[in-house]
């Protein structure tokens, strides 16, 4: 079994040390990274590299919740326990997507159970990989892909925490390889993953994505265009509901 990467952000060492004989208790294959503080985390902290993070909340400096908030921005799915000694903060917790919110002393059973779901979505994103280019392959999840862009023979890959990837290539070949995954052909030259779409500027005729950049719709597809990104978000707002219910 591959190693999980987990990260533990706790200034209490007490706190930190009991923490990490649980993750070891558990017996799941870890490498465990450490931090005292927020701000020393978020240097850290890049998309894809760790699998689940336990964040204390009451830090000095950057708490919890702010250092969650900024891990949002570039990585929507990656599992995070908030551990703290109050229950005050369950609704940012709700508002960030946090899988668990743990109250000290941790339990083990808790533990237990937010490893076991990150070993679920790590195998998750195992099987949303994409390698793309011969001489100079990029594998990439297609979760982090926001979309696109197609400039004469190259293409270029807008991915989630400011990552640009350029290769040569055509959307025509890579569009079959994201057809299990949301995404939309809205312009001949743009891909859109309808995941990351924050808005439709009419006037312009473009998706305007999530962290920067737009994307050009086509006049003859902007109904079908607009249609396929409410879809998206009508079935994104179910399952939430199923998964809360």
Request: glycine residues 6%; contains cysteine.
């Amino acid at each position: 079994m591959e190693q999980l990467q987990i990260a533990v952000c706790e200034d209490d060492r007490a706190d930190m040390q009991r923490l990490c004989g649980l993750i070891e208790t558990n017996g799941v294959p870890a490498s465990v990274s450490v931090f005292a503080n927020g701000e020393e985390f978020l240097t850290a902290c890049q998309p894809d590299r760790f699998d689940l993070i336990f964040m204390d909340i009451y830090l000095d400096g950057l708490n919890g919740v702010e250092a969650v908030r900024r891990v949002r921005e570039a990585d929507r799915e990656v599992p995070v326990a908030f551990t703290t000694t109050s229950g005050d903060f369950a609704l940012d917790g709700y508002r960030l997507r946090v899988e668990k919110y743990i109250e000290k002393p941790v339990p083990q059973g808790d533990v237990d159970e937010i490893i076991t779901l990150a070993l679920h979505k790590k195998a998750e994103r195992h099987r949303d990989r994409i390698v793309w280019g011969r001489r100079e392959p990029i594998e990439f999840s297609a979760s982090r892909l926001r979309y696109v862009e197609q400039k004469e023979h190259s293409l270029s890959f807008y991915l989630t925490g400011g990552q640009v990837w350029r290769r040569k290539g055509k959307l025509d070949d890579l569009e079959p390889l994201l057809a299990a995954y949301p995404f939309f052909r809205c312009h001949k030259s743009y891909l859109v993953n309808l995941a990351f779409i924050q808005g439709i500027d009419r006037e312009r005729m473009v998706f305007q994505m999530r962290e920067g950049g737009s994307a050009y719709i086509r006049r003859e597809t902007f109904y079908r265009a607009r249609s396929a990104w409410e879809n998206w978000l009508f079935s994104a707002a179910r399952r939430e509901e199923d998964g809360n219910g």
